[in-house]
């Protein structure tokens, strides 16, 4: 199995402002995703992290709100920018450890991000 | 594009009883996984159980089984001899069999908020 560390493990900020999420996991994994958790909701997708290249977004979900970056296959960052109440969610990072019939998806345990 | 549903928003079972959580999907793929992940309040996603789609024998993890039927693209999760650290929020999630690029990800229903009785 593979580990992945998020943090922070919550915050609270002021609206405006940006937060940067950092998800580093310990070992190679080849896919990285970070899932956005509405209160009470489902996960969503926000994006896929790209290792040395640009995330690719779901619908709904724009790289001005949400920038990512994967420099290496074992560290993310997603930012939260310019923040409203609607931010309020829990952010999740995950990460497949290997590709095939065998893929496991991993979860960091999650931010819990409130905005006000 | 695929969907899951959870029908049952809560659930409550007693303990060491049994208790069954329904999944449905809609998917034109032949080639896909589907997932229980258990979410307790710590935040921290668990996977309870995992079926392959071309695989007919129903998985099975201990206390946790599946039916899987794939006809009817049902899913459910079987519990027996619940306990307490059962109560959790459980999410049915499906992914793709053969990806490539970012297609790699889970597509969860909406979960099912499990408590169970003393």
């Known amino acids: 199995s593979a580990v992945i560390s998020q943090k922070p493990s919550r915050d609270i900020c002021q609206r405006g402002t940006s937060l940067t999420i950092q998800c580093q996991v310990d070992s190679q994994v080849t896919m990285m995703f970070w899932y956005r958790q509405q209160p009470g909701q489902s996960l969503t997708l926000i994006a896929t992290a790209n290792q040395g290249s640009e995330a690719t977004y779901e619908s709904g979900f724009v790289i001005d709100k949400f920038p990512i970056s994967r420099p290496n296959l074992t560290f993310s960052t997603l930012t939260v920018s310019n923040m409203s109440p609607e931010d309020s969610s829990i952010y999740l990072c995950?990460?497949?450890?290997?590709?095939?019939?065998?893929?496991?998806?991993?979860f960091g345990q999650g931010t819990r991000l409130t905005v006000v | 594009a695929q969907t899951v549903t959870q029908s049952q928003p809560e659930m409550s079972v007693q303990e060491a009883e049994t208790v069954t959580l329904s999944c449905t999907y809609d998917t034109s793929e032949s080639d896909y996984y589907l997932f229980w992940y258990k979410q307790p309040p710590s935040r921290q996603m668990i996977l309870v159980i995992r079926q392959e789609a071309y695989k007919q024998q129903n998985a099975t993890e201990n206390r946790f089984s599946v039916n899987f039927q794939k006809a009817a693209k049902s899913f459910s999760l079987k519990i027996s001899d619940s306990q307490l650290g059962d109560a959790a929020m459980y999410f049915c999630?499906?992914?793709?069999?053969?990806?490539?690029?970012?297609?790699?990800?889970?597509?969860f229903g909406k979960g099912t908020k499990l408590s169970v009785k003393p």
């Open positions: 999630a499906y992914r793709r069999g053969n990806y490539g690029g970012s297609q790699g990800n889970l597509i």
């Open positions: 995950s990460a497949n450890r290997q590709g095939g019939p065998n893929t496991e998806a991993f």
